[in-house]
């Protein structure tokens, strides 16, 4: 399986690549000005990278109910599905941007945070999981 690992924002999408082997690598966020220039880098991933899965970060409450943002990425997750015809996994990520960010010398977070790279160090440990939590 090679996987994308995918935390969706509405201006950013934080990216990793899981491969074969299980090794998860943070890649480059897609930052484009419009979500149609963001959609048509992420085909250029998918398709440079030859993905065969799609693993989306679900950020559900904290009492396991979903708030607009996981309604939001469920409607992102379908769009994917049709788009890409690829199965796409959605992955409960509470807490994932906490520990990525919690894994960084504090006197490091607010030069990492602009980056971008902060969002996706969680897909990459999504990427590592080798049972995603459920299809969308």
Known sequence: MRCLGIDYGEKRIG???????????????????????????LATVIRQRRITDLVLGHPLNMDDSAGFKARETEAFAARLKEEFALPVHLVDERLTSYEAEASIPKRQRRAVRATGLIDSEPRASSCRISEPAHSA
């Open 15 to 41: 990216l990793s690549y899981g491969d074969e082997l299980g090794v998860a690598t943070p890649l480059p966020p897609l930052t484009d000005p419009t979500q149609k220039a963001r959609m048509a880098v």
